[in-house]
């Protein structure tokens, strides 16, 4: 099931809400939230880098 775009607003608005009151900044809060998630997922960033330099170097090495 997919999530409506309704859903999606009164989700943001409650969480807005909730951090206003403990004086908190949204934007903050999701940059933290999105850093959070790219530290956790880092080792899937550095196997597509790893990837992508071997390809780099087989092309180089087949002239490509």
Do not use: A, F
């Not at 999606?8 to 998630?37: F, G």
């Amino acid at each position: 099931m997919s999530v409506t775009n309704r859903e999606l607003k009164q989700s943001k608005d409650l969480v807005q809400t909730l951090l206003t009151i403990q004086d908190i900044s949204y934007n903050e809060w999701l940059h933290e939230k999105h850093q959070e998630y790219i530290q956790e997922n880092q080792d899937v960033v550095m196997k597509s880098l790893l990837h992508y330099k071997g390809v780099g170097e087989e092309n180089k090495k087949n002239n490509i």
